[in-house]
């Protein structure tokens, strides 16, 4: 979308300078029920993103209704999104969420044209569709509707159990046009996932909704990703938590090393030394000259997950790197798509680019305000551990 060209008043300006300047907010709004949390809501002049021509991912489009998320994951890769608004990476991220208020009369407008061709359409790949405040905006009711209307296929990757409000919408989706669902499990131990992903809902609800998803008639596949370096990497962690991703229903699994790019790496740094100080030492062994988990450690993380997801019957099928999930049955050009994006290193992990994050920069270098100057991730001192 575009952050420039609406004439709207503010009703409640935010003290954010970023945010200030964006011609297109409406209002700021907190809510005793969001406690910690504001919304901005803006009026979106465009609510589908087209992906770049050199992308090999097998959509061509996106629509993202929030930006930023409660779910709050240290390791979200879509943190630096912030800084383009002269917010931070770190609570920013989490506390100061932009909603596109209008993004469902922009959509339906967008897909009457008659020149949209009814290319896949992804939803999650940069944040959650179904974060908490999908629970006070129900934009997504709205959004699955104009796609189907239009016969538009399309999916959507969720840490959120909220999905299963809307699987009946769905599931009449899904009569009309190709609709793939993917749900993102990346921690299966409770007091773990508690402190590395705060607002997200638990494990347990999140295969509930994979149930529900499959039920519904629904192949649905578990975004297994990122795994955690010497937290969620052993055999027996990984070996229970397929187990009950396959005794949920899930048709298949994908997976990849965390991943920590600028803006990320300082803020999961800061939960690593309040949480798990003794793994410093080797997480700088690992990521202190860069972004990517080596490839001996990468290769070393593939031969103990591989096997164990053959073994649960969970090889994956065709998958889209940027939403972890079954890729899109959308079209033949699509699946062309999927098949040239299955190039892997001898490792058994994705390609380093395009990455998902790539996606994300290139995105948002489109919507910076002008002007802007990237925020710096505020980490009390805890930015200098890797």
Excluded at 21 to 29: A, D, F, G, K
Excluded at 321 to 326: E, L, Q
Aim: hydrophobic share 40%; proline share 6%; charged share 25%.
């Amino acid at each position: 979308m575009r952050w420039d060209g609406q004439t709207l008043d503010s009703e409640q300006v935010d003290a954010l300078p970023g945010l200030a300047r964006l011609s297109n907010l409406i209002r700021s709004v907190r809510t005793p029920e969001f406690d910690g949390i504001v919304f901005h809501e803006i009026a979106a002049k465009s609510a589908l993103n087209k992906v770049g021509s050199s992308s090999v991912v097998p959509f061509t489009w996106t629509i993202n209704p929030y930006r930023g998320c409660s779910h709050a994951c240290v390791y979200c890769f879509a943190r630096p999104s912030h800084q383009y608004l002269e917010l931070d990476a770190g609570r920013d991220f989490d506390t100061q969420l932009i909603v596109k208020a209008n993004v469902v009369e922009v959509l339906q407008r967008e897909l009457s044209r008659p020149s949209w061709t009814r290319e896949h359409v992804a939803l999650g790949t940069n944040t959650d569709p179904y974060q908490r405040a999908e629970g006070r905006y129900r934009l997504m009711p709205g959004i699955i509707a104009a796609l189907a209307d239009s016969g538009t296929p399309f999916s959507i990757l969720t840490k959120g159990s909220l999905l299963r409000r809307d699987l009946p919408l769905l599931a009449d989706a899904a009569t009309r046009v190709p609709v793939d669902l993917a749900m993102s499990i990346a921690v299966f131990d409770d007091d773990l996932q508690q402190t590395l992903e705060p607002g997200t809902p638990t494990s347990a609800a999140r295969l509930a909704t994979v149930t529900a998803a499959a039920e519904a008639g629904f192949d649905v596949a578990v975004f297994m990703m990122p795994v955690l370096p010497y937290l969620t990497d052993g055999t027996e962690h990984l070996d229970a938590a397929l187990a009950r991703i396959k005794a949920a229903g899930a048709t298949s699994v994908t997976y990849s090393a965390l991943h920590l790019r600028p803006g990320v790496k300082e803020w999961y740094a800061r939960w690593l030394n309040t949480f798990r100080p003794e793994l410093t030492p080797r997480y700088r062994a690992l990521y202190g000259d860069g972004s990517y988990a080596p490839k001996r450690y990468r290769q070393e993380l593939a031969a103990r997950i591989k096997p164990l997801i053959r073994a649960h019957g969970l090889d994956r099928a065709a998958v889209d790197h940027n939403t972890g999930g079954a890729a899109s049955s959308a079209s033949e050009p699509a699946r062309t798509e999927v098949r040239r994006a299955e190039a892997r290193d001898p490792d058994g992990e994705w390609r380093r680019a395009p990455s998902a994050s790539a996606l994300v920069e290139r995105e948002l270098t489109r919507t910076r305000p002008a002007g802007a100057e990237h925020a710096r991730t505020r980490l009390d001192g805890a930015d200098r551990l890797f």
